[in-house]
Structures are given as C-alpha cells and as structure tokens.
C-alpha cells in the first residue's frame, strides 16, 4: 500500500502531501493504550489520537509502503526545523511503531549524540591519513546547518536527535540507514570534473559566511531536499554528475538498507507486518519509495557494497606528482649542464616561490611565526616529495606551538559558524593552515615549473 502526494513535479515537497486521513490510515493498527484509570483507553482516547495524528501529517510530506515484510512510513522532514523535530517526537510517542530508521550514518550518528565527539578527534591521525579535507568540508557543512538553526533557535538535526532520544525512551530499535559521508564526499569529488570542484568549494565557503537571514517558512521550504542537498542545491540542479553520488545513490543506498533491517526485525505473533518510521529529508521520498516498490535484482547486501566502494583513484592522479618531480629536476639539471649561473638561478626561483607561497598560506591562516618560517623552508623541499605536503608539515608544527585545549574542541561547532571563528578557534585554525599551505605550496610549485622551462626553452 503506498501513499503519494497528490500532482507537483518529480521531487516531493512540503506542498505536495497526502490527504491526512489517508495517511494516517496507512499506519501501523493502533495499540491499546493505558488511560491511566482504568488502564485501556476508551474508544473516544484512540478516536482523539487518530485525530491527532492526522493533524501532524496535515502538512508533513509522508508515503506509507508495505515491502519486504515491512511498513514503512517515510516521513520527511527538514533538518533545521522546529516542525519537524516534534512531529518526530509525537508520531514516535504514539506507539504505532515497532522500530525507527534515520537518515544518519554511524559516524554521523556519534557526532550528533555525542556532544564531546570532536574532543575524541585525533588531528595527527586525520592529517596523517590525508582525511584533513574531509574533515574541513563536514566543519563547513555543519556550519552551514548551525548558522540557519541559530536564526530559528533550533538545534542543528533537531528531528534526527528527537527521533534518536524518543526512540531510547520508547526502547524501539533504532536503524542508521544513510551511506557514510565521507564516501559520498569522495564519490561526488570523482564525479565532477575539477572547474566544477572549484564552483562547488567556493559555493561552500559562500554558504559559511554569508550572513543572509532566513525565515522559518523558508526552512521549511528546506523539506524539498535534505542538508547535503540543500547547500548544493544551486549545482545539484544544474549537474547530473553531481545529483548522482548526492541524491540518487543515497537514495538507492537507503533503501537497500531498509530492506536489510526490515528482514532482521522479529515478526509479530500474529503475522502482521513490524511497522517502521523512516525519517529522512523529504529530497529522498521520491527516490527511496522508487527503489522499495521496485528493488533492483541484486541483492541488497550487494548494492550496499557497490555503493559504499570508494572510487579507484585515477591512475594520472597517481603519476602526475611524481612526473613533475622528474620535469623539475630534468629542468635543473639542463640548467646546471648549460650554464651553471642559469641552473643556480633556476633552484633560487623554486626555493623562493615555493617558500614565499607556502609560508604566505600560513601567514594568511594566522599560523605561529614560527610556523610560517619552518612552513617556507621545507616547501621547496617537500614539494619535490609527493609523500609528505607542505600543509602537513605547517599543521604538525601549528599544533605542537599552539596546542588545541579542551575549549577549543567544545567550541568548535559554533566557532566555525563565522569566518573569524575558523581563524579564532585553534583546531579550525590547524585545518586552515594545512589548507593554505598546501594551496601555497601548490601554487609556488606550477609558478616555479613554468618559469624553469620559460628560462630554458627561452
């Protein structure tokens, strides 16, 4: 049994929802309820509380399926919104549900129901492994999520903590069902060409510190999509490259997800199908209802593997920063055997652009003096190691002179809500110093390149 909004265009939305009465009647059969007098509810209680119901889905984007043993209520919600929080917690409280699914993964998860998750962070480890982007991009996404929640005072994922604790006080299971964002990160990056990561990171930055105000009616606009979604919506609507790995293969990962839980869930006594609340940004209810109704052949556990692989690295990624190892040494060495004055010139000019470059993305992140200084004399060094990167030497050196305390990893979420918290908050700041030393060093790097060839094919 599926319930669809009624018209509109492809993607649902706030405006486009079922009837209430007929969405409430696709819910799972409604329990007995204790009045606390008597201990059952007369049938004027479960009258009330149907009525209730349908008021909360009045205006709620909702579709009820039956699949793979299960109901599902995908209900859609906005991720910053005082609406969509309490829906959450009412149709959680209602106990028409034997379990809860969230548009979260586990890291996500941990992020938000820990408050002290980024005080267990180790920086060392994160720019060791190279996730330092990854890291910079989820600060600015979270950014852009606090800023909008800070105008409504909403907490950021409100409805995803509401369904989190309601469902621990209903002692209701609770499924993360959405694909890791560091894979979607990755996936979206390969998918792109590199002018539209460039649009894409400026966009982002955009959103970070812009201080445009937004009304509560247009967050709930919002519901058209999911936060992801939101902060690219400009180029998710313009580039398939980048709607696929956002949207559309979260919206088959969720499902394939669902199917997987809804066969480990426990049937009823009397056979009845367990009935499961779905919350998730109202972008993906067209989607996720899509791959429910017609699941691909594969099995699930196989396209939650497919679409969890990190994308192969391109094999010119792999030999590029080595081949313009070797073109710049050939070119000191052709220098050197022409005229040894030309080859001394030619190593000046790669010292003093790489260094100068790279120490001026620390001195622009606000790094230590001392940072900056080491941070120019080992860039000339390290960018002819594509091993080890300026920016991991600047952030080594920025934390062992200004070490991140405990404040700073408390304060973190909200600091990096403005432009100067980034530069303010010292875990921020390591990140931005990584960031523009790296950028620094790169730029000196093809400067420095161009002009050695200028001077010997000149």
Known sequence: MTHEPNGGPERSTASQVPDATEASAGLATQPQVDDGDDGVATAADAAERERQLADLLADQPVHVIEAHGARFTLLGTAHVSRTSAETVTALIRSGHFDAVAIELDPGRHAALSQADQYAKMDLFKVFREGKAGMVAANLALGAFQQRLADQ???????????????????KLPLLLVDRDIGVTLRRVYANVPWWQRLTILSG????????????????????????????????AERSERLYR???????????????QEAKRLPALPDGQPRSVLVVLGAGHLKGVLAHLEQPPEATPAERVRELSALPPRRRWGRILPWAIVGIVLLGFVLGFLRDPDIGRTLLVEWVLFNGVLAGLGALIALAHPLTVVVTALAAPLTSLNPLVGAGFVAAGVEMWLRKPNVG???????????????????VARIFLVFLFAT???AIGTYVAGFRIFGRLLG
């Not at 247009?218 to 902060?231: A, S, V, Y």
């Not at 790995?245 to 199917?259: G, Q, S, V």
């Not at 979420?413 to 980034?422: H, I, K, L, N, Y």
Request: proline fraction near 2%; charged fraction near 35%.
């Open 152 to 170: 409504l005072g909403v907490e950021p994922g409100a409805e995803m903590k509401a369904a989190i604790e309601s469902a621990a006080a209903a």
């Open 439 to 441: 950028l620094g060093s």
């Open 408 to 426: 700073d990893f408390a304060n973190l979420r909200r600091d990096v809500t403005s432009a100067r918290g980034w530069w303010r908050n010292r």
């Open 245 to 259: 790995p956002l949207i559309a293969e979260r919206d088959a990962f969720i499902a394939a997800r669902l199917e």
């Open 204 to 235: 982002l930055l955009a959103s970070v510190v812009s201080r445009e105000k937004i009304s509560e009616e247009e967050i709930e606009r919002l519901k058209e999509g999911d936060m992801l979604e939101t902060t690219f919506s400009e180029f």
